[in-house]
């Protein structure tokens, strides 16, 4: 053989390594290349199904809030309405006490008992029953601020206990 004929064969041979690296690197370039694309699609669908269920998560939560904040509106109104008949009861008693439409009276202890306890009415009382006494109109008002104070707090308190009960369930 001459030198010619071993450098063709030299040239063919190091085309044919050259032509085949070149055929093998562009198949697996597309090899890799579909997978990445299937890979690609497969974590887009994996992203789209989380996405839905967060947005589902989201809608029934925003639901449940809504729901508790509604029922929440309707103890606000509840405890509002106690609370402003309330005041219209302890207005109205003040009132009839002011004009001395109502007076206030408590039980007298009786000597024999010393407790309060109910007493034989006197024979010639016509009023039947423990014997009373009357307060004074001003001991009176005190006495209705006092309780009007202590009705608006157990309004309150019923309130919050609503309040705290919507909130645990």
């Known amino acids: 053989m001459t030198t010619l004929d071993l450098r063709s064969v030299a040239l ?20 890799y290349g579909q997978q990445l694309a299937e890979q690609a699609e497969f974590h887009q669908r994996e992203r789209e199904q989380a996405s839905r269920a967060v947005i ?3 809608e029934t939560q925003q639901k449940l809030r809504r729901d508790m904040e509604a029922r929440l509106q309707t103890n606000d109104v509840t405890h509002y309405k106690e609370l402003r008949d309330a ?14 439409d109502l007076r206030l009276s408590v039980l007298l202890a009786t000597p024999a008992s010393g407790r309060g306890e109910p007493a034989v009415a006197a024979s010639g009382s016509l009023v039947h029953g423990a014997p009373r006494g009357e307060l004074d109109p001003a001991a009176a008002q005190r006495i209705v601020a006092i309780t009007d104070d202590g009705d608006q707090g157990l309004i309150a308190l019923k309130a919050c206990q609503a309040y705290v009960r919507e909130i645990i369930h």
């Open 87 to 100: 005041q219209k009861l302890q207005t109205q008693l003040r009132s009839r006490l002011a004009t001395a």
């Open 56 to 58: 589902a998560w989201q």
């Open 12 to 31: 063919a041979l190091l085309f044919g390594l050259g032509l085949g690296g070149w055929v093998a690197w562009q198949w697996q370039a597309r090899s």
